[in-house]
Structures are given as structure tokens and as C-alpha cells.
């Protein structure tokens, strides 16, 4: 089956600071989300975005479907940005990533 | 308009037990797949249901089942509890019609004992 790899793992900033988030998959896919898993556990959806480039305030994810990849990008980080991010691939089913874990630091 | 709703939010049960867990859909959608999360991992798919049958499954044992009643809502039943089901289980809603993505619920935390 299609195999999902998110990087990296754990990711620790301070608040303001800027990162990226990795999606590799490796088959051609129906569709890609991203989520954000809250500590309670509720999954957020933030982007559901098979192919370009979307922007929602502080978030933008850009999917490139062709090289089998897609980006997640946080600006000027915040504490309630913490959590698990996810991102999933839907061929016959979803399949999610092992997610990447982050903490932002006041 | 309301999300995806799941009950129990957490239910205790023994080994050897069966449990069942329940999902609503969000309005508008008439799919609903499940997923298990075990701690510190992604969720895992189980099964999807749409017009009340079973569409496709993931690699799960027999003694996870589910039903789709006709209102859309649905069940996921898992017989002979072992301490290994502990986990939270997920339900998404979607609709074939107009896909946007799936949408999530709250989910239930089952611990077996």
C-alpha cells in the first residue's frame, strides 16, 4: 500500500519563529489533507489540498502532486499552534502519516 | 450545522467484552469511515460504510464490525476485547457528491482492562 512519510518527527520552537512540515508520499493520490490533532484529541482539518498552494492566516500548505510531496508552512508561531500535525492520503481509504510533533515555547 | 458527533467520549471495559461506539455524521454527508488511534501514532483505517454497507476495510480482525443505519449514522462494534484495542477511535464523515475532505469527530477513548 501507499506509504506516508512525515519529517521530522518532533519539532521544538520559540514563539514567532517560522517552520515547515514535510509530507512524502509514494504513489498517486486522490487527495491530501492536512491536520492539526488538539491534546484532547480532536482532529482539525487545515487544508484539503490534492494540488497547489492554499493560504489560511498564519497557515499555507502547497501540494505538489506530480513529485509526490506536500508542505506545510506556520508564520510567526504561537503556543496553541502545539500539538500533532497529520497529513493524509486518500486513494481507496485515507492513510495518515506518523504526524510531527510541535511545541512552541513562550 | 453540526460537526461529526461521537458517544461514548470514553468507556472502561474488561478483556473479553464487547463494546459498541457510535457516530453521527455531519450534515450533508452520508459516508463514514473509522479509524483507530493508538497512543503516539497515526490513526489507523478500519473500515468505511456508504448506503448502509461496508465499502472498504482496512487490516482489522473480524471482531471489529460496524453497521450504517438509513439516516446515515453508524456503529462500530468490537467483540472479544483485548488490552490492545485501548485506544481512541475516530469517525469521519465525507459525501461521494461533492468531496472536500473528510471531517473528524472528538472520538472515543476505549480502555480495555
Known amino acids: 500500500g501507499i506509504q506516508v512519510e512525515q519529517s521530522p518527527p518532533d519539532l521544538i520552537l520559540q514563539e514567532g519563529a517560522n517552520s515547515t512540515l514535510r509530507c512524502n508520499f509514494s504513489?498517486?493520490?486522490?487527495?491530501l489533507q492536512w491536520f492539526h490533532q488538539n491534546p484532547w484529541g480532536q482532529l482539525i482539518n487545515l487544508f484539503y489540498?490534492?494540488?497547489g498552494t492554499k493560504q489560511n492566516g498564519r497557515l499555507s500548505a502547497t501540494t505538489v502532486a506530480t513529485e509526490r510531496y506536500s508542505l506545510l508552512y506556520i508564520s510567526s508561531s504561537q503556543t496553541t499552534d502545539s500539538g500533532v500535525y497529520f497529513c493524509a492520503v486518500v486513494t481507496n481509504d485515507m492513510r495518515f502519516g506518523a504526524g510531527t510533533r510541535l511545541t512552541v515555547k513562550p | 450545522d453540526a460537526g461529526v458527533t461521537q458517544s461514548p467520549t470514553h468507556l472502561i471495559k474488561t478483556r473479553g467484552q464487547q463494546v459498541t461506539l457510535r457516530c453521527s455524521p455531519k450534515?450533508?454527508?452520508?459516508?463514514v469511515s473509522w479509524y483507530q488511534q493508538a497512543l503516539g501514532q497515526g490513526p489507523q483505517f478500519i473500515f468505511q460504510y456508504y448506503e448502509e454497507e461496508e465499502r472498504q476495510r482496512g487490516n482489522f480482525p473480524d471482531r471489529f464490525s460496524g453497521h450504517q443505519f438509513p439516516n446515515y449514522s453508524s456503529e462500530l462494534n468490537v467483540n472479544a476485547l483485548l488490552l490492545g484495542d485501548s485506544a481512541l477511535y475516530l469517525c469521519?464523515?465525507?459525501?461521494?457528491?461533492?468531496?472536500?475532505?473528510?471531517?473528524f469527530g472528538s472520538g472515543t477513548r476505549l480502555t480495555v482492562v
Open positions: 450534515s450533508g454527508h452520508d459516508t
Open positions: 469521519a464523515s465525507s459525501t461521494d457528491r461533492e468531496f472536500y475532505g473528510y471531517t
Open positions: 489540498i490534492p494540488s
Open positions: 504513489d498517486s493520490v486522490n487527495n
